[in-house]
């Protein structure tokens, strides 16, 4: 055996190594960052995502996009948790995060080639991106809960760029109502706002400026029979998960009917069942049920006959919201249901948009709905995203209690204080440093692209205005294309969103530079009909795939 290579994989395997493995990670990783970049800001475009089905959504929020996108890069998909990890942390700054991401890759790739190891490059990347969070909280501005003008400013320029900018006036006033209602101050003096309580319903042929806040929750159904009352005011409401249909047998069974009396007794049989489960309802004192499953035909009739008004289908998520705000449980087995199970409430009838408004009573409920109008589904989609987004950076000021002024004025000013970090650091990480500092001013650059403005001239002027030590909060207004104090314009952004936005991609940028050997049981290549398998076919297969899908 000696001189002789040890085969160890399969036929079908294929190995990538060193330069090459990392060319082709960072190559996929960039694909996914150049994907969404045209989104940010504004002025970013949006994408038209179409399904294998055929379903089309139109949308430039950044982590829906990569979400719809049909990714089969295994680089690729850790960047995508970026962008999820993002969302589910801060709520917004998706399309940020990812960017940053690819530049410092692109950034790294070059450090690469001047022969810098990839740990040096990550070491300096974990120095940089530590005290970068710590530049941010400098610069950062505190909030006063009560300030409702700089809390709105932080809901609209979330919105703006995004279906919602239109009437970004009267969706952030209503977004602020909305998260004062449900805010909670705890005992060391903070606030909390629980995201459970806030619950948003859609419906289209309105305008969007008939958008409204409501206090409760807004069903979406109709009475099971005509017969049942349309509303009740002193409801007693039961919420319920089990069907209120004949119950099957467990196992599969036949039953044999010979004559008319059999049939009659079968079905007389069923209707007891019926009646019994209804009257446990109307056993428990309830007036009006929510129930999750089905229920039969009879049972709606007896159930109308107890002037109880019935709901079937009602959605997991409208029931679990219903149980904040009426401070109720759910119902899983009627034989065990008791008047302790039933809340009081208020149950009213829209008969135009078809809506059932709930409001609970108990001191303990709590929970509001924002419904929001639109004329097409395609808008009220869009729309519903903005205003998701806005809801969560608007939570997260008033817990986390700090803002950033916008328009790539963060991104300047840490990039430049990152620069004078780097002095301090030794050794080529140092060059990691400021290859970091580099990478945060992509965000400036690219708002000034999408607005159809010189960024390199952005830029330069960017910087130079930072220079001064009390002008840390100029920042590009991309709508006049001026350069201006943007936390005086209401430019501002959640201080813990940029922060999350520079752990996420620099811990994802750190993962795949730490990547040098790629083996896989099958195919590499996005490209499934080029044979090759080699480095440079798999960037360009996974670009050319993403390039074909926007």
Wanted: glycine content about 8%; some cysteine; aromatic content about 2%.
């Amino acid at each position: 055996m000696q001189g002789q290579p040890m085969i160890i994989m399969g036929d079908d395997a294929q190995r990538v190594k060193d330069r090459d493995a990392q060319e082709h990670n960072i190559s996929a990783a960039r694909a996914v960052a150049d994907a969404v970049r045209s989104t940010l800001g504004p002025k970013g475009m949006d994408k038209m995502l179409v399904s294998s089905m055929g379903d089309v959504t139109v949308t430039n929020d950044g982590v829906t996009i990569l979400q719809e996108m049909d990714i089969d890069n295994p680089t690729a998909e850790m960047i995508v948790e970026v962008a999820e990890t993002q969302e589910d942390e801060a709520g917004d700054g998706t399309t940020t995060a990812v960017a940053i991401a690819g530049e410092l890759l692109k950034n790294a790739e070059d450090l690469l080639e001047r022969d810098i190891h990839p740990t040096a490059i990550i070491k300096g990347y974990n120095l940089a991106a530590e005290q970068a969070r710590e530049e941010v909280d400098n610069v950062a501005v505190d909030v006063d809960p009560d300030d409702k003008d700089l809390i709105r400013s932080v809901a609209e320029t979330s919105m703006t760029g995004k279906g919602a900018e239109l009437d970004k006036e009267l969706l952030s006033s209503i977004i602020y109502d909305a998260v004062n209602q449900v805010a909670v101050e705890t005992n060391d003096g903070g606030i909390v706002v629980d995201a459970a309580n806030i619950n948003i319903e859609t419906q289209t042929g309105h305008g969007v400026n008939e958008s409204q806040l409501l206090r409760g929750a807004a069903i979406s159904k109709d009475p099971v029979h005509d017969q049942m009352p349309a509303a009740v005011e002193d409801a007693d409401v039961l919420l319920l998960n089990e069907a209120i249909e004949v119950e099957e047998a467990e196992a599969d069974t036949s039953v044999n009917i010979e004559s008319p009396d059999q049939l009659q007794s079968f079905l007389d049989q069923e209707e007891k069942q019926l009646k019994e489960k209804v009257q446990q309802i109307a056993d428990t004192g309830a007036n009006v049920v929510f129930c999750q499953k089905g229920i039969d035909d009879m049972a709606q009739h007896y159930l109308a006959k107890e002037g109880i008004l019935a709901v079937r289908r009602t959605k997991k998520s409208d029931i679990e919201f219903l149980t904040n705000v009426l401070d109720a449980s759910v119902v899983t087995d009627l034989d065990a249901a008791s008047e302790a199970d039933v809340v009081a409430g208020s149950v009213t009838r829209d008969s135009d948009d078809e809506l059932f408004y709930v409001e609970g009573e108990s001191e303990q409920a709590h929970g509001v709905t924002l419904l929001l109008r639109g004329s097409t589904d395609h808008v009220v989609d869009e729309l519903e995203r903005g205003v998701s987004d806005a809801l969560d950076v608007s939570a997260q000021t008033l817990s986390d209690g700090r803002v950033l002024p916008g328009g790539g004025a963060t991104e300047v000013e840490v990039a430049s204080r990152l620069r004078d970090f780097a002095d301090s650091v030794s050794g080529r990480e140092q060059l990691a440093v400021e290859a970091f500092a580099d990478s945060l001013e992509l965000v400036p650059r690219v708002l000034a692209e999408n607005a159809g403005l010189d960024s390199i001239d952005t830029l330069v002027d960017l910087r130079s205005a930072h220079e001064n030590d009390d002008d840390e909060h100029i920042g590009l207004n991309v709508l006049s294309g001026d350069l201006e104090d943007t936390f005086e314009a209401g430019v501002v952004e959640p201080a813990h969103a940029k922060e999350q936005a520079v752990t996420s991609a620099s811990e994802a940028a750190n993962l795949v530079l730490k990547i040098d050997d790629i083996i896989s049981a099958g195919d590499l290549s996005t490209d499934k009909g080029d044979d090759d398998g080699g480095a440079g076919g798999m960037g360009g297969g996974m670009g050319g795939g993403m390039g074909g899908m926007m």
